[in-house]
């Protein structure tokens, strides 16, 4: 039985996810599902008068996001992928800090803290506080709900904050 698993692990890492049908044809869906709710969003806003913060996905864009983020966890380094895409612009060896997602800071001294806040501006070029809030704790279960859920909660966002606002009467 052991060797059926191990079997079948080889055989999946032999798999471009990328280039399945239905990876491809839930990543398009995804991606068009979310430009169609942005835009609708953003339609009304425009038309009420609303100040709300929606971003409208290019969707070849987000489809191709989608592909390399579903590779990247299908190759074990879902994790890594989602530091560098997401925070690579703000932390320098993003996939780096991955190693760093299970430290335990609260069992910290005051002294080991100065020293994890030493090494962690040093080697990432952020500073502890946002290293605990952004990477420390993250996990697979996370990244992937980011990545799926991410625009569609910004969506669910801006129909919150547009229902808190009075409508523009012209």
């Known amino acids: 039985m052991i060797g059926n698993k191990a079997i079948a ?15 491809r044809a839930l990543a398009a869906g995804l991606a068009e599902m979310e430009r169609a709710q942005a835009d609708a969003m953003q339609d009304l806003a425009d038309a009420h ?20 983020g579903a590779a990247a966890a299908a ?4 994790v890594e992928w989602w530091l560098e895409t997401r925070w690579g612009h703000k932390m320098d060896n993003a996939a780096a800090a991955a190693e760093y997602i299970d430290l335990e800071p609260d069992a910290w001294d ?10 962690i ?3 990432f070029g952020v500073d502890l ?16 709900r980011e ?6 909660e910004s969506i669910e966002h801006a129909i919150r904050d ?3 606002q009075t409508i523009d009467d012209e």
């Open 9 to 23: 692990k080889q055989l999946m890492s032999r798999v471009d996810v990328t280039e399945l049908g239905v990876a």
């Open 49 to 68: 008068g609303f100040d709300v913060d929606v971003a409208v996905p290019d969707v070849d864009e987000r489809r191709d996001l989608l592909l390399e």
């Open 75 to 78: 190759d074990g380094r879902g």
């Open 110 to 119: 005051d002294a080991e803290r100065d020293e994890a806040a030493a090494f």
């Open 121 to 123: 501006e040093a080697e």
């Open 129 to 144: 506080e946002w290293f605990e809030t952004y990477v420390i704790g993250l996990d697979r279960a996370a990244v992937v």
């Open 147 to 152: 990545l799926l859920a991410g625009n569609l």
């Open 162 to 164: 547009a229902a808190d």
